[in-house]
């Protein structure tokens, strides 16, 4: 079956520290990966995406994922942690094919940064 | 531009009513999404239209839900009538057909409370 795990529910760091956010998926078939991210009040934002070439892909905010295929995982990394980075992080795969995309989700990390 | 808007942001109804969510995508858009998340747990697709046509319905999950897209613009939601389970947040995202770069574009929800 299709499927994204996202193992931590809730994670906490404080402000400066680096952040690590793991990704694991099961799926048949080339996976196109994607990070989204909700702040509070808003929809969810596309962080960064992998879709072939180049294992590490850079994002918008300072954030990056490495594609591990040997682990089918997709773990998403910042160096440095701010404040307004506390939001829910959803891990996502799915195909692209016709024009159209039909993801599947993980549960969210909800990451909480303290000053 | 505009982006994704959902109405109505939250809404709380009694077990047994009906509750109808509207989705106006990006204009020119001709992919439309829905999508739940119940009780912090994955967003599962519900379906996907494209212009007027239902493309994929199989996320939907009985025939309680039924969703519209008239004249292929914005798209509505009536879940009728509304069961316990029901509750959760229902997102919509849209993407465009040609030029598909992969990322959905996402409203930010609609919170649906059955009591």
């Known amino acids: 079956a299709q499927s994204v795990t996202q193992p931590d529910i809730h994670i906490t760091v404080s402000e400066g520290a680096s952040l690590e956010l793991r990704c694991n998926y099961s799926?048949?078939?080339?996976?196109?990966l994607f990070w989204y991210v909700q702040s509070p009040g808003q929809g969810l934002q596309l962080l960064l995406k992998?879709?072939?070439?180049?294992?590490l892909v850079q994002g918008i905010k300072g954030f990056e994922a490495e594609f591990k295929r040997s682990q089918s995982s997709f773990n998403l990394r910042k160096p440095s942690v701010h404040w307004s980075d506390a939001a829910e992080y959803f891990c996502?795969?799915?195909?692209?094919?016709?024009?159209?995309?039909?993801?599947?989700f993980g549960a969210g990390t909800r990451l909480a940064v303290h000053p | 531009e505009a982006g994704v808007t959902q109405f109505p942001s939250h809404s709380v109804i009694e077990k047994g009513q009906t509750v109808t969510l509207r989705c106006d995508p990006i204009?020119?858009?001709?992919?439309l999404y829905w999508y739940r998340r119940v009780m912090g747990k994955e967003i599962k697709f519900l379906l996907h239209?494209?212009?007027?046509?239902?493309?994929?319905e199989s996320g939907m999950p009985n025939n309680r839900f039924l969703a519209e897209r008239t004249g292929g613009t914005y798209s509505t939601l009536k879940v009728q009538p509304a069961e316990l389970e029901d509750s959760g947040v229902y997102f919509c995202?849209?993407?465009?057909?040609?030029?598909?770069?992969?990322?959905?574009?996402f409203g930010e929800g609609s919170r649906l409370t059955v009591l």
């Open positions: 992998y879709f072939s070439g180049d294992t």
């Open positions: 799926y048949g078939a080339t996976p196109y």
């Open positions: 996502a795969v799915g195909p692209i094919s016709g024009g159209y995309n039909k993801l599947i």
């Open positions: 204009s020119g858009h001709d992919n």
């Open positions: 995202a849209s993407s465009p057909r040609r030029r598909n770069t992969g990322e959905l574009f």
């Open positions: 239209f494209v212009k007027e046509s239902k493309q994929d």
